[in-house]
């Protein structure tokens, strides 16, 4: 039995259902595999055919943990397929999922250029009934404009349903997420669909919310607005730690206690970044202010974020005093652990304010290092922690991966210039660092 399944459930399920996945960027590739581990029959479709012809030999063009065990796995079992061709992933599927990317418009608004035009591709392709449902993040109303698209471009008289069905991992844990959701979230118009849909997460186990189109689309934006909301909240909080002299994990600990708060996204650090978050949190600004409501919070949460980033760099300034010409050894380059993905990296507005002070820059991350190449030119990639501390002035941890966090201190103090640690995501303990003989500056933590 394959661990990447909840308990109980046997892995050959004989009636699998057949499934179009449009889209194998992240949220495609993870649900196209794992709905194919579920037993079903699935083809993920990408008009990039040089990723696609690299998917069919197994290569994933992201690092998420059991990923590429998944993919090689079910495309040797058959239940997982690679095209590039929309009209045939319709041909033979009852349900089709859109996950494309909506990237943000200058105006923060989501373009959904994408959506529509697989839309109508569905549209001029489908010969019978089929279910369309939306995976991508999208603005609410996206689903009616969907289900417009189509009836405008169908070719043939036949009937369809459109659902909103959005998708809640992170990165780095997408897989374990998505086969232990806390809820899935389905949004359906008609019995048929919401039907459908039950029965191919039935499986799962997990609590479903099943509520109209509409009200599914604004959950997932105001789940991720209000997990944003929290990260500025306890960063907000570690200012004033930092100026009262108390402990912002004393805080969070103190708080998260609290049923209704609880203790996760209460992590204070440089401020939260990847594709999602910042992506999100626009265009629920730009959603909301369409709908007549200026959601002034949600600008607050954007601005709290952004200077949390000045405050680490801050930091530094006031440790070292002269930035220009010192050595800064910068442990973490990825959003977060766990991925090689830098969208919206705190460390990339770091890295490029160092830049600009004139500090030489030696960077060291366990898997982001390959993409920040293509974008970060004179600096210094090292190949482990210890080579990036090597005649530094400062050690700066902007990203938490493990490996961080066990470091040989007597090794690193040997090799840098000057014992001073600035950890942006609180990951060590201050007594024994302090006793070790570094001077450890954290955020929201003067108080130790
Ligand atoms: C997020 C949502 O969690 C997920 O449900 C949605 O589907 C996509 O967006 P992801 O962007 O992969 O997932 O990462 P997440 O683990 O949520 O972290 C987002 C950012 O917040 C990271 O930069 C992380 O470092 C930061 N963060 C998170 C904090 O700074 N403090 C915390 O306590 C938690």
């Not at 399944?5 to 649900?31: D, M, W």
């Not at 698209?149 to 959005?166: C, G, L, W």
């Not at 709290?304 to 010192?326: H, P």
Request: glycine residues 8%; charged residues 25%; contains cysteine.
């Amino acid at each position: 039995m394959n661990p990447a399944l909840p308990a109980g459930y046997k892995q050959e399920r004989k009636s699998g259902v057949n499934i179009a996945i449009v889209g194998s960027g992240y949220v495609g590739l993870v649900t196209g595999s794992c709905l194919a581990e579920l037993g079903n029959k699935v083809i993920c479709v990408d008009s990039d055919a040089k990723k696609i012809a690299a998917l069919k030999k197994g290569i994933i063009p992201i690092f998420e943990p059991g990923l590429e065990e998944l993919v090689i796995n079910n495309t040797r079992k058959k239940r997982l397929s690679f095209i590039t061709s929309i009209k045939d992933a319709v041909k033979g599927s009852e349900i089709i999922f859109i996950a494309v990317g909506t990237p943000p418009l200058e105006n923060g608004e989501a373009d959904l250029t994408g959506i529509e035009n697989v839309a109508r591709n569905i549209a001029i392709n489908m010969a019978s009934y089929r279910l369309i449902v939306e995976k991508s993040t999208v603005p609410v109303q996206t689903g009616k404009w969907v289900e417009h698209t189509i009836s405008t471009y169908i070719k043939r008289k036949v009937k369809f349903d459109v659902a909103s069905n959005p998708e809640f991992l992170r990165e780095g844990s997408a897989i374990s997420d998505f086969m232990h959701p806390d809820r899935i979230v389905i949004g359906v118009d008609s019995k048929r669909a919401g039907d459908i849909l039950v029965n191919l997460y039935k499986p799962l186990n997990a609590p479903m919310v099943i509520t109209n189109i509409k009200s599914a689309e604004l959950i997932k934006h105001a789940s991720n607005a209000f997990l944003a909301t929290k990260i500025s909240f306890i960063n907000a909080i570690s200012r004033i730690c930092d100026q009262v002299g108390a402990d912002v994990e004393e805080v969070a600990k103190g708080m998260g206690l609290d049923k209704r708060i609880g203790r996760s996204f209460l992590n204070a650090g440089a401020g939260y970044g990847g594709s999602c978050f910042p992506k999100d949190l626009d265009a629920f600004i730009n959603i909301s202010q369409n709908a007549g409501y200026n959601f002034e919070l949600l600008r607050a949460v954007k601005k709290i974020n952004q200077e949390q980033k000045r405050f680490l760099l801050k930091k530094i300034k006031d440790n070292l005093w002269i930035v220009k010409d010192k050595t800064i050894a910068v442990l973490g380059l990825a959003f977060k652990p766990d991925t090689d993905d830098i969208r919206s990296a705190p460390s990339l507005d770091l890295i490029s304010a160092l830049k600009q002070e004139g500090a030489f820059l030696r960077i060291y991350d366990p898997q982001a290092m390959k993409k920040a190449k293509e974008i970060l030119p004179d600096v210094k990639f090292c190949k482990d922690s210890y080579e990036a501390a090597r005649g530094a002035d400062c050690l700066l941890v902007v990203t938490e991966w493990n490996e961080f966090k066990e470091l040989d201190f007597a090794k690193i103090k040997k090799l840098l210039k000057r014992a001073l640690i600035i950890d942006g995501r609180n990951i060590y303990d201050p007594a024994q660092v302090r006793k070790m003989g570094f001077t450890y500056v954290a955020i929201g933590r003067k108080g130790l």
